[in-house]
């Protein structure tokens, strides 16, 4: 009657096992430590790396207690364990001179952090300790200065483009047509098509205001952007980016996350929890923003490149190899018309980019390659104001569908890696990081000795009621609040939650609402003795018929936890993951766990005659 089978048995202790497992690594603290990963999209952090970064520390005489390169995906970290934080400043000082020799223009991050130390046969098996929020532990915070000038520079040259196609297919020649700060200058024959382009473009592009006027014998048009025009650039960048933001901090992972908007042209990033200090920066710091233009391979334009000179119309840029080429001012499509871009094979199997571009930036290169076949086009990736070509292949024909596929000398990690970029260039405007600082606890660490404080003396003093009261069964009961507790840490520790201290006090509530289960078993289990029945059928009704009361009790408290969950936000929603899970864990702990517990005691007495319950 009161005997699990044994598959049952084997569910409590592997549920025991894992759930020690995975608690395990809140134990052991953590270590200093101090990464090395790039602050520019275009510097690869790879094995290499880290051996540069071994040597580094080793010419210093600065001993370090473990080495290891991750490659998440196509991006790598090399980090490096010190036996304490002395060796963890000197080690940075030491990589930081080492790796950015040039401190204005620095092409890697060399932070400090802290790494857990764990085992490493709890780390293989992917045992990482929970994270603490800020109120706990702290975090970083960021602040980012969106560059309003470089947006409307991109929207004045994207501006530039439409006024050619607008005249063009309205059949009016211009003298010329060129962006000039925050303007587009147009020059006109004589004053009949200096009216039409007028009306032109004020019937076409009804976001530019035109104004006439005669310069040096010329017919002059300046066309800018309305105010309400600019307005709209500049709230599109800001909503862009934080849209942005919000895909590259779901790389790093971290719950809870507050990105809010602080003025006209800044964007707060505070990440809880984040021990990756490093890795948070590289992602929130790609500031990265496309350009396609096209490359004058002219006689003339390599000629006055091989003698120094850059002839009017053009600007010199360097390939990935340092190769210089020369690229003209238009620019025919910007990161605001790349939907996507994927590495993937072209149609010999050789690896390749493939873009998405919008419906717009499908037309215009769908024009520029029809009119350009046998001609270059290069992509061109600005980060912190400097401009590198990515690639730069040969047109061969036309391209229509929005489909664009990038070729070449280039292997799977390296396709990898354009796909990257061009992804990392779809920000409206270049971000730079203004502030950066490390939020500490905002209570303090008295919260989390006061808090783990609160859980074991709540913990005892149910103990010791239950004890005391319920006699052997309390000793049941209190080993199944064990239980329930480790289930929980290890679920939170598995899902990689952030522990908040609205989450320290969802502990404590749990431990109070787990016992109540245990309770409403016990005093089942008295009503049957105290009816007439066996202690062994006492034990099978009570646990059998508490079960229904159990289950719409915790049912109610967690349909209040999942509202909590679904419409509340920061502290709200840390104490509802926490309480939720509770409610599960104690659920299970109660029911099978403890009654796992009591069938080992008494379900192999056939002639009981007495149960310790009080």
């Known amino acids: 009657m009161n005997r699990y089978p044994l598959w049952k048995y084997l569910v409590v202790a592997v549920a025991l096992l894992i759930g020690l497992i995975y608690t395990l690594p809140n134990f052991f603290g953590e270590s200093p430590a101090v990464q090395v990963s790039s602050v520019k999209s275009t510097v690869r952090v790879d094995a290499d790396t880290l051996q540069r970064a071994e040597r580094a520390l080793a010419a210093a005489d600065i001993p370090h207690t473990g080495a290891q390169f991750d490659q998440l995906g196509p991006v790598g970290t090399v980090r490096l364990r010190l036996a304490n934080t002395d060796l963890q400043l000197q080690a940075r000082d030491i990589l930081e001179r080492a790796f950015n020799p040039d401190p204005a223009d620095p092409s890697y991050v060399v932070a400090l952090n802290l790494l857990p130390a764990s085992p490493s046969w709890l780390t293989a098996l992917g045992a990482k300790p929970m994270y603490l929020g800020l109120d706990l532990r702290g975090g970083v915070h960021f602040l980012l200065q969106i560059d309003m000038a470089g947006a409307l520079a991109t929207r004045y040259d994207t501006m530039a483009s439409d006024v050619r196609t607008t005249l063009r297919n309205a059949n009016i020649q211009a003298e010329s047509i060129e962006r000039v700060g925050n303007s587009i200058r147009i020059v006109a024959s004589n004053d009949a098509t200096a009216a039409r382009i007028n009306d032109a473009l004020r019937s076409q592009l009804t976001d530019l205001q035109v104004s006439s006027g005669n310069e040096g014998g010329q017919i002059v048009l300046s066309a800018q952007l309305t105010q309400l025009a600019i307005r709209t650039v500049q709230e599109n960048a800001v909503k862009q980016n934080m849209s942005t933001l919000h895909n590259r901090i779901n790389e790093l992972g971290v719950a809870e996350p507050v990105i809010q908007q602080q003025g006209a042209d800044r964007i707060v990033v505070q990440l809880p929890g984040v021990q990756d200090v490093a890795r948070a920066k590289e992602i929130l710091g790609r500031t990265a923003t496309l350009q396609v233009r096209l490359v004058d391979d002219s006689p003339g334009a390599q000629s006055a490149l091989a003698g120094g000179t850059v002839p009017f119309g053009l600007e010199r840029y360097e390939d990935s190899d340092g190769r210089p080429l020369l690229l003209r001012r238009q620019v025919i499509l910007t990161g605001e018309n790349l939907q996507d871009a ?6 010999n199997q050789q690896p390749a980019v493939h873009l998405t571009l919008d419906g717009k930036g499908s037309r215009i290169f769908r024009d520029v390659t029809r009119d350009n076949i046998g001609k270059r086009m290069a992509i061109v990736l600005f980060e912190r104001g400097v401009g590198e070509v990515v690639t730069a292949p040969v047109i061969r024909g036309e391209i229509g ?39 500490g606890p905002s209570l303090g660490a008295d919260n989390i000795r006061q808090g783990f404080n609160a859980t074991m003396w709540g913990f005892i003093a149910i103990a010791i009621f239950m004890i005391a009261y319920y006699t052997l069964f309390g000793v049941f009961s209190t080993i199944g609040l064990a239980f329930n507790l480790l289930l929980l840490i290890a679920l939170l520790s598995m899902l990689q939650a952030t522990l908040t201290l609205p989450g320290l006090a969802a502990v404590a509530l749990t431990l109070g609402m787990a016992i109540d289960a245990n309770v409403l078993i016990n005093e089942r289990i008295r009503e049957e003795l105290r009816a007439g029945r066996s202690p062994q059928q006492a034990i099978a009704e009570g646990f059998d018929r508490a079960w229904a009361t159990i289950l719409d009790s915790n049912v109610t408290s967690l349909i209040a936890g999942i509202a909590l969950l679904a419409f509340g936000s920061g502290p709200v929603r840390g104490f509802a993951v926490v309480h939720c899970l509770g409610i599960l864990t104690s659920m299970f702990s109660a029911v099978v766990g403890v009654r796992a517990i009591t069938n080992l005691w008494y379900g192999r007495k056939r002639k009981l005659t007495k149960l310790s319950i009080g």
């Open 342 to 347: 994927q590495a993937g094979f072209d149609d």
């Open 401 to 439: 569908g929005g489909r664009v596929q990038i070729s070449g000398s280039m292997n799977t990690t390296e396709a990898n890696d354009i796909a990257l970029l061009l992804r990392a260039g779809s920000l409206a405007a270049p971000m730079e990081i203004v502030e950066e600082r490390t939020v």
